[in-house]
């Protein structure tokens, strides 16, 4: 699922709009909702989203090569 989806959810889920979550970052709803249609986030963005819907933010990357041992 692309992060924005997530954090559409999580919002929903919290009874929060995109307006409210911009307002706790300090940015424009504009702003945000720009953000979440492109999908474009810098890790210190989400970092900053998770705290304020009160989640832990984990970045995981996978090896391509799965199959080697």
Known sequence: ??????????????????????EQLGYSGNNLSNKLARD??????????AEQLDCDLQITFIPRDRHST
């Open 40 to 49: 474009n986030f810098s890790e210190r963005e989400l970092q900053q989203i």
């Open 1 to 22: 699922m692309a992060l924005s989806a997530q954090i559409r959810q999580l919002l929903k889920q919290r009874n929060m709009t995109i307006k409210e979550l911009a």
